[in-house]
């Protein structure tokens, strides 16, 4: 095992625990905008630490950059989705939780 | 992979059955809708565990991106989210129990073995050996553009159908406007069509000796167009007979018959291309047939035919 | 490439290349569909005297061969649809040309008809043609496409017609696509002819078989299947429920006879031919007794196809009794002359309809200044319809009933003439209505009347559209007399087993 | 393979039922999509099975999604149109049942 192989893939691995802490967070939130919170920010991180490892994984500076774009583009689309979603829910008349 | 393949193939299935059965039975229509499109998405990543990128690469654009946004769009003006029981919808009595669920497990069951029993031999090997007139150096490229090139003639035709029974259905809703307008969605719409077309290029490119080509990349573009009208962008199909833009959208449709008939003049049969200019040719339609993708598939997502009554100072636009 | 191949490459590509034109520039839709449906015509002629000269022929679309490209296989019975196609289509572009004159009856949206209609026109000619499943399953779609929107385009009432048409449809190409999946993992080709000789009759083949013919049953609105047929038939613009009526149940009919008479020759024993001849002898009975009780003229018409349609059913259980070729000849003969009359009849109650201001059959009578015409052109569908000789219904019913004794099948003679009967019965119900003088109640009021004599037209717009009515009957007539030496050109079909 | 088979097979049978069962439009054109899915993916799989990887069902099921959702699109143009005569009902639904005739 070379160490581009093994450098990526602790990346790889360290990214897992974002997902799965965002999806708690997801899962045991209390309301929606704390939920697109937990999501959005661990999501991010841990797609970033995936497609990073992916990209020394490979060894292709082109596939490096391809899977770069793609997390740029995530982060876009999920920061937008993100505030999409929240400004729909407080229109609609949702409450941001208070303990 | 072994193990771990089958592992993840099983999950994979049952969370397409548990969404296919949400899609199909959730009391809620926007969430039968959203499992749809998540359905979608998922059956993207089982085309690409069965070896089918191309058509993961459509499933995505097409299956969830285009048909999601249509679904999405129509269930806005459909259905005012209301709660419903499960009961209402799901009413299981006994005929049901007796009669349909044995039945049903029966057909399912039959099915599988027939299927499994199928031989399979498949035209993998006269495709290849065929290859090398083709033009092209991806089989399935081949296949859409070379060998069964009357199909993909025909199923565009569909495309363009589709568009003109949707304009003839009446004039298009307007587009509701959303209830807090959010200022990074027209700047994300802006900003990455850019991104959009350079990866439609970029799958048209690759279409010739890697997975991707036309349909992939109209579904791209078409879907960019799509995210761009759903961020506020004005869709500049406007003027009475919509000026240019009847023509370009049937242009793919019309370039493809065209190439046809040239064949079929050069003395050859129905979309035969001469051997020494059927790699050209094909580019040609690769462009053509991904550009008329895109268009037709924003033009369906219109719904109605774009009245120009709408706003008539961008007619000109 | 020779005057037959330059003919169907006419046929298959001009309707759509006018469907382009039309769409684009609408305001000249009417004279490009014009110019291209009398074109066609010739072209069907021209493609039909080539088959008729030289025999029956394949072109191998793209030059690449049987398992991998897609063939067209031009023969007797596809250049006998093809010009059943150009009959209607050009019938049907005159009527609604000429119905154009009249604004006042354009309640849907007149630009989008014509690209629509061309549209579906090369569909169908693509789907006749056509000897490849897939390519098959891909016309079937496109001419379903066409054919919701023409329905959808002809008015408000006409939407759900066409959503249940839609949805039955579609439904229909999913179970026939997982027929012709079977079918390709079972031998892989897809090609009619290579597939005569290719597939197996085992259990796969009859699953496949099984499933191709519910899809097609599905689209063909063969009893039980039909449910969607009258509604969406009766509620169209006229030359839109000739072309579905006369033509479009007809292309799945067409198809179920080249597939069991090809690729699934083995699996048509006595047993299926007996089941596929039931589900024909319950359309001509049920359709029958329906039209017997419809009181709208469009209504009565279009369940007179799901009855007419079973008639062509009974090949099934006549070929696989052995009497194949009478049998083939007389079901597509009596397809033919359907096509031509039922189409004869839908342009001819439009003109009828739009006198009366009334399609209720007992609302018929009285006074029927300027629209005689019409009346004889349907009179002369009705004749064929029924089987008078000597009309093209008669010649089929003729030889399906010859076969029928032949093989020493005397029950599905004696559907043959009960079924005769009943469509005798239904369409006089309507001939009787017309004679009578006016409804009783009418006759009352004498503003109803006035209102009749006023709206006797004998307008220009009228005249074109009872002679292309007239034309369409003439045609149904003329089958008969064209059929007995055409036969040999009938029964020179690509990839069927005789 | 086998498990994708299966798959195809329960999807296949689900759209089937949703297909008979729901009264919903938008349901029934969903139903449709899932039953229409699985032939694909049976199409898919026997193009798998096949050695040497055969593209013709590829290229099939590409032609296939592309109409689909052509179909999709019109059928949806409907709906909404049929929907918007019978507002304000929320839910459209129409039966197809052969009895049910409107003069």
Redesign the interface.
């Known amino acids: 095992m070379s160490w581009t192989e093994l450098v990526g893939g602790l990346l790889v691995i360290a990214g897992m625990p974002f997902f799965i802490l965002g999806t708690l967070g997801l899962l045991r939130f209390p309301d929606v905008y704390t939920r697109l919170h937990a999501l959005s920010k661990a999501d991010n991180v841990g797609l970033g630490l995936v497609c990073v490892g992916l990209g020394i994984q490979s060894g292709s500076p082109a596939m490096m950059l391809k899977l770069l774009l793609i997390w740029v583009l995530m982060l876009v689309a999920s920061a937008t989705g993100a505030g999409l979603i929240a400004r729909t829910a407080l229109a609609r008349g949702i409450r941001p939780w208070s303990p | 992979m072994g193990l771990v393949g089958q592992v993840f193939d099983a999950l994979l299935a049952i969370a397409l059955v548990w969404l296919a059965w949400q899609a199909t039975r959730a009391a809620d229509l926007f969430r039968a809708v959203v499992s749809f499109i998540v359905f979608g998405l998922l059956m993207a990543v089982a085309w690409v565990r069965l070896e089918a990128p191309d058509i993961a690469l459509a499933e995505a654009a097409i299956g969830a991106g285009a048909t999601g946004a249509l679904l999405l769009s129509a269930l806005d003006r459909l259905a005012p989210r209301r709660g419903r029981s499960w009961a209402r919808v799901w009413r299981a009595d006994a005929r049901t129990w007796v009669l349909w669920v044995p039945a049903v497990m029966a057909l399912a069951g039959a099915l599988t073995a027939a299927a499994w029993q199928l031989p399979a031999p498949g035209l993998g090997a006269v495709a290849t050996g065929a290859l090398e007139q083709s033009g092209v150096d991806h089989a399935v490229t081949a296949v859409l553009l070379n060998f069964r090139a009357l199909d993909t003639l025909l199923e565009i035709g569909v495309l363009v159908l589709a568009a003109v029974a949707v304009w003839s259905m009446g004039p298009a809703p307007a587009a509701s406007a959303p209830v807090m307008p959010s200022p990074t969605l027209p700047m994300l719409g802006r900003t990455l069509f850019p991104v959009f077309v350079l990866v439609a290029a970029y799958l048209l490119w690759r279409g010739s000796h890697a997975p991707g080509g036309a349909f992939p990349a109209g579904a791209v573009l078409g879907a960019g167009g799509i995210l761009m009208l759903l961020a506020g962008a004005q869709p500049w199909i406007r003027s009475a007979e919509h000026g240019p833009w009847r023509a370009i959208l049937s242009a793919g449709f019309a370039v493809m018959l065209f190439a046809a008939i040239v064949g079929a003049l050069a003395g050859g049969a129905f979309f035969e291309y001469p051997a020494a200019i059927a790699s050209h040719a094909i580019l040609v339609l690769e462009v053509t047939a991904g550009m008329s993708i895109a268009l037709l598939l924003f033009a369906v997502y219109l719904r109605g035919e774009p009245h120009p009554a709408a706003d008539t100072d961008r007619q000109r636009c | 490439m020779t005057a037959g191949d330059a003919a169907v490459i006419v046929l298959v590509s001009l309707p759509h290349a006018a469907a382009i034109a039309g769409f684009v520039w609408p305001s000249r839709a009417v004279t490009v569909s014009l110019i291209s449906a009398a074109t066609l015509m010739a072209a069907a002629l021209v493609a039909m005297h080539a088959v008729a000269g030289y025999g029956a022929w394949r072109h191998d679309v793209g030059g690449w061969e049987a398992p991998l490209g897609i063939g067209w296989t031009i023969d007797g019975v596809a250049c006998a649809l093809l010009l059943l196609t150009a009959a209607v289509g050009l019938a049907g572009s005159i009527h609604h040309a000429a119905a154009r004159v009249r604004p006042s009856t354009a309640a849907h949206d007149p630009r989008y008809f014509w690209p629509l209609w061309l549209f579906l026109w090369g569909g169908l000619n693509a789907l006749f043609v056509s000897a490849d499943l897939f390519n098959i399953f891909v016309t079937l779609e496109f001419v379903t496409v066409a054919s919701v929107g023409l329905i959808a385009l002809s008015g408000r009432l006409a939407q759900a017609a066409a959503w249940r048409y839609l949805l039955a449809t579609l439904f229909g190409s999913s179970v026939y696509l997982l027929g012709v999946a079977l079918i390709y993992g079972r031998v892989a080709a897809l090609d009619l002819p290579f597939l005569a000789q290719a597939l197996p009759a085992d259990l796969v083949g009859m699953t496949a078989a099984s499933l191709v013919t519910i899809g097609l049953l599905l689209k063909g609105a063969v009893f039980p299947l039909h449910f969607w047929l009258p509604s969406a038939h009766a509620r169209a613009l006229p030359p839109v429920s000739a072309i579905l009526s006369g033509v479009v149940v007809a292309a799945a009919f067409y198809l179920l006879a080249r597939a069991w008479l090809g690729p699934f020759r083995e699996l048509l024993t006595p047993a299926a031919g007996t089941a596929l001849g039931l589900l024909g002898a319950g359309a001509v009975l049920w359709g029958g007794l329906l039209a017997l009780l419809q009181r709208h003229l469009k209504r009565m018409i279009a369940y007179s196809t799901v009855s007419q349609l079973g008639f062509c059913m009974l090949l099934f259980p006549l070929a696989a009794a052995g009497a194949t070729q009478l049998a083939w000849t007389g079901a597509m003969v009596v397809l033919l002359a359907h096509g031509l009359s039922k189409a004869a009849c839908f342009l001819a109650a439009g003109v009828i309809v739009r006198h009366h201001r009334s399609g209720r059959v007992d609302a018929l009578g009285g006074c029927q200044q300027g629209i005689g015409l019409a009346w004889f052109a349907f009179a002369l569908a009705a004749a064929s319809l029924v089987g008078l000789p000597p009309t093209g219904g008669f010649v089929g019913k003729w030889w399906l009933a010859q076969a029928a004794i032949n093989s020493g099948a005397y029950p599905w003679l004696a559907l043959l003439v009960a079924g005769t009967l009943l469509t005798a019965a239904y369409l006089w119900r309507v001939l009787e209505a017309a004679i009578r003088t006016g409804p009783p109640d009418e006759a009352r009021r004498p503003a109803a009347i006035a209102a009749h004599r006023e709206g006797a037209p004998a307008t220009p717009s009228d005249r074109g559209m009872m002679i292309a009515a007239l034309g369409l009957a003439l045609g149904a007539v003329a089958v008969g007399a064209a059929a007995p030496p055409l036969a040999p050109v009938l029964s020179s079909a690509i990839g069927v087993t005789w | 393979m086998?498990?994708?088979?299966?798959?195809?097979?329960?999807?296949?049978?689900?759209?089937?039922?949703?297909?008979f069962t729901?009264r919903?439009?938008?349901?029934?054109?969903?139903?449709?999509?899932?039953?229409?899915?699985a032939?694909?993916?049976?199409?898919?799989?026997?193009?798998?099975?096949?050695?040497?990887?055969?593209?013709?069902?590829?290229?099939?099921?590409?032609?296939?999604?592309?109409?689909?959702?052509?179909?999709?699109?019109?059928?949806?143009?409907?709906?909404?149109?049929?929907?918007?005569?019978h507002s304000p009902e929320?839910?459209?639904s129409?039966s197809?049942?052969?009895g049910e005739?409107?003069?």
């Open positions: 086998l498990i994708y088979l299966a798959l195809a097979s329960v999807l296949f049978v689900i759209g089937l039922h949703g297909l729901a919903n439009l938008l349901r029934r054109l969903l139903s449709l999509n899932v039953l229409t899915t032939v694909f993916l049976l199409l898919v799989v026997i193009a798998r099975k096949a050695t040497p990887l055969d593209p013709v069902p590829h290229a099939m099921v590409l032609t296939g999604i592309v109409i689909a959702v052509s179909t999709t699109a019109v059928a949806l143009a409907l709906v909404e149109r049929i929907a918007l005569r929320p839910e459209p129409a197809t049942r052969p005739e409107d003069a």
